[in-house]
């Protein structure tokens, strides 16, 4: 896959591209990525998954205890692939997310010390490898492979989930009706529990029935109150059966008036993976040593006691005809700086001009929420971007979370 970086773009297009007779073939797609950190731990996605079973099988063997790798999920290419509904897992052994005292005393190590302090800086070189974590990777990356493509083995029973249409657009108050579709992939029919995440406040997503056996179909309702707020939500729809599957459904909620109200930036709660920020996206995820305002995600910029600087950028254009934009993030602020000088720094520019400009001077426990007029962007193409700076010495963290552009 190429542009993974700038979005998961390379990912996307060729899952996109497939047919579903050809989602179909793929028995499990697997994501082998940061397997060789330096200060790194064990981590399995979807560990407890069917797809993940050889891959924990082998670590098991090797008394290595591994663990949910949260803070890759979203951040690669098998993320596209999961989004289409085919079983994905692989290994990673950690990037900038810190140790805990726990897995140090686990695996060895450093604790509050990132898994690769080298994460995307000038240090990381063939000089920055755990060659024995490289070898218990590469080890049980062959043993999966082998045990899929060469064990004979009865296949497992499996389904697939579409949702139909996979948007809805409705004012508030107002509710948006579709159809979840289940197939039998391989082996038996099973009964397939359906769930939804990341519905807003004011919004419900219901099933008639809520569970199908898979070959059958739901009726499903997604319901607004007249006080939701307009904006474009990303909703997640699930089906467990024997194995877990998801699929997207976007909801948009239309202003009442002659603007179309609405939130302008995706994932804004960090919740589905790092598209479509670009920069430094591996400051986003589920990090130990802070805590997420909403959800389980974040993005986490500096922190690190040293010199580095970190971006998050979005572009959008707020639509004309409206008379107001507005920003607006939940920002936390930590420092072991003690002196009342701006030494680290954290900025919101749109292109060139800084809107706003903060420091480890303003740390407090916490998050705080913040806001900032852009309606003199109204009509206009913009680039968003959170930048953090700090010096030599002494962390200063800035989280992020929540972020909305709300037009109306």
Known sequence: ????????????????????????????????????????????????????????????????????????????????????????????????????????????????????????????????????????????????????????????????????????????????????????????????????????????????????????????????????????YPLTITGTGSVTHTTTYTLTVRGTGGCTAQQLLTNGGFESGTTPWTGDTGTIGAHAGQSAHGGSRFAWLGGYGSSATDTLSQSVTVPAGCAKATLTYWLHIDTDESDRVAYDTFQVKVGSTTLTALSNTDAASGYTQRTLDLSRYVGQRITLTFTATEDASLQTSFVIDDVTLQTG
């Not at 793929?26 to 790194?40: H, L, P, Q, V």
């Not at 063997?61 to 790798?69: D, F, G, I, R």
């Open 1 to 232: 896959m190429t542009d993974e970086e700038q979005g998961l773009n390379g990912s996307d297009f060729y899952v996109g591209s497939l047919s579903s007779a050809e989602r179909s073939k793929i028995k499990a797609y697997y994501n082998f990525d940061m397997i060789a950190s330096t200060n790194g731990g064990y981590f399995i996605n979807h560990v407890n998954s069917t797809a993940a079973q050889p891959m924990k099988a082998y670590w098991d063997s090797l008394n290595l205890q591994p663990e949910e790798n949260t803070e890759g999920a979203g951040r690669s290419d098998d993320y596209s692939f999961e989004q289409a509904g085919i079983p994905t897992s692989g290994y990673a052994m950690g990037a900038s997310a810190r140790k805990t005292s726990a897995q140090a005393a686990k695996w060895g190590g450093t604790a509050s010390r990132a898994y690769d302090p080298c994460y995307h800086q000038s240090c990381d070189t063939t000089g920055n490898i755990n060659a024995t974590g490289l070898n218990r990777s590469v080890d049980g990356i062959a043993y999966t492979l082998w045990k899929l493509a060469v064990t004979n083995s009865t296949p497992a029973n499996d389904f697939s989930l579409a949702t139909s249409p996979a948007t809805g657009s409705v004012e508030p108050g107002a509710s948006a009706t579709g159809t979840v579709s289940t197939a039998t992939t391989s082996g038996s029919a099973q009964t397939v529990q359906l769930s939804a995440t990341g519905a807003p406040v004011g919004v419900t997503v219901s099933f008639n029935p809520a569970s199908v056996t898979s070959g059958g179909s739901s009726a499903m309702t997604v319901a607004t109150t007249p006080a939701t707020a307009p904006g474009t």
